[in-house]
């Protein structure tokens, strides 16, 4: 018969702790516990919720500016395409008002792209001063890509060319006018041409000379560059062969001999 752990002699006094002080202390632990995270919250909750909230404002800030963003972004795409399609019809004035409001407001390669219909628009309708008044503007537009920035001062100087002094044309294009510039033949023609007006003509036949033999040209311009060359008395042919065949083949038996720029 099991007897009472009261009962038992001292030196067989169960040494563990009772089932009552078990359970005495897990509510102490407990209370502890509760204790601490109410100290705790009670301590830094201001804070912490503070936080949370700063979190979720940010949160909703960005999604808000980002879904204005891609609107306002849509809204600028929508007016450069309705501005296209008024290019197509011919209709240049209605292209010009379509885009206006992006001028004032766009992003800068709305912006640039916007004053580059509008100045497209002007030399159509014969507005050559307005027209190279939004070249200017996109020229000296710090926001724009740096290559529509190059491209609108080569539209710039070819919109009043023969307006200008040949000095000025030359100052504003020769750091374009370079082999490897992705504008080497659109500016290199301008300068070469430039130098012609002001009597250099051993630079404008080397400049035309190193279009001609630049193989990333257009062979249009190519072919153009290697004829004022030859004019000049530049010889721009590297392949007398390669060229006969480009322009229509070597020439057969009893045909005549092509005549080439000396």
């Given at each position: ?12 006094q ?11 202390m ?8 509760q ?13 912490l ?11 909703f ?12 972004l ?17 209709d240049?004035?209605?292209?010009s ?12 390669g ?5 004053r ?5 628009a002007?030399?159509e309708?014969?507005e050559t ?17 740096q ?9 710039e ?5 023969d307006?200008r002094?040949?000095a000025d ?7 374009l ?42 062979e ?6 290697r ?21 229509g ?9 092509v005549?080439?720029?000396?």
């Amino acid at each position: 018969m099991a007897r009472n752990p009261t009962e038992l002699p001292k030196d067989e006094q169960p040494t563990g702790p009772s089932r009552e002080d078990e359970i005495l202390m897990r509510e102490i632990d407990e209370a502890v516990r509760q204790d601490d995270a109410a100290q705790f919250f009670k301590k830094y909750g201001a804070a912490l919720g503070g936080a949370f909230a700063v979190l979720l404002v940010a949160m909703f800030g960005y999604w808000y500016w980002d879904s204005n963003r891609e609107a306002e972004l849509e809204r600028q795409s929508e007016a450069i395409i309705s501005a296209l399609d008024s290019v197509d019809a011919n209709d240049f004035a209605g292209a010009s008002e379509k885009v206006a409001g992006l001028v004032e407001d766009g992003s800068p390669g709305a912006r640039t792209v916007a004053r580059f219909l509008q100045a497209g628009a002007a030399l159509e309708q014969g507005e050559t001063a307005r027209a190279v008044e939004l070249y200017a503007a996109v020229v000296a537009d710090t926001d724009a890509p740096q290559p529509l920035r190059d491209l609108a001062l080569i539209r710039e100087v070819s919109a009043n060319f023969d307006d200008r002094e040949p000095a000025d044309i030359i100052v504003k294009l020769e750091p374009l006018a370079v082999p490897g510039n992705e504008f080497f033949g659109s500016a290199g023609e301008l300068v070469a041409i430039a130098h012609l007006e002001a009597g250099n003509r051993d630079r404008a036949g080397a400049l035309f000379a190193e279009i001609a033999k630049d193989e990333d040209m257009p062979e249009t311009l190519r072919s153009r560059a290697r004829q004022m060359a030859g004019l000049l008395g530049v010889d721009a042919i590297e392949d007398v062969e390669q060229l006969l065949e480009e322009e229509g083949g070597l020439p057969g038996e009893g045909a005549l001999p092509v005549a080439l720029p000396q």
